[in-house]
C-alpha cells in the first residue's frame, strides 16, 4: 500500500508534537511507495513502514537504528 501525501503530512505533524521537534520531516522515499524517510533537520534518522495487513487496524511503525559511535562523548 502507497503512502498518500496526506499520510506523509499527519505521520510529519503526529512526531513533530510527540518529538517536540518542529525540525522533523516525513519524506517520500524515491525507491519505494511503502515507507516513508525521517529526518530531524537534514539527518535521516529512521524510516517509516505502513502496516496494513489488518484492514480494519492500519498502523505505521517507526524504525530508528542507534549506532555505538553515536553514543559517545
Known amino acids: 500500500m502507497p503512502v ?3 499520510e506523509l503530512q499527519k505521520i510529519e505533524k503526529y512526531l513533530r508534537k510527540t518529538l517536540g521537534s518542529p525540525t522533523v520531516s516525513v519524506r517520500a522515499r524515491p525507491r519505494k511507495t511503502d515507507s516513508a524517510e525521517v529526518y530531524v533537520g537534514e539527518e ?3 524510516v517509516i513502514f505502513v502496516d496494513d495487513e489488518d484492514e480494519d ?3 505505521y511503525n517507526f524504525q530508528m537504528a542507534i549506532l555505538a559511535m553515536d553514543l559517545e562523548g
Open 4 to 6: 498518500t501525501k496526506d
Open 57 to 59: 487496524d492500519l498502523s
Open 44 to 46: 535521516f534518522v529512521g
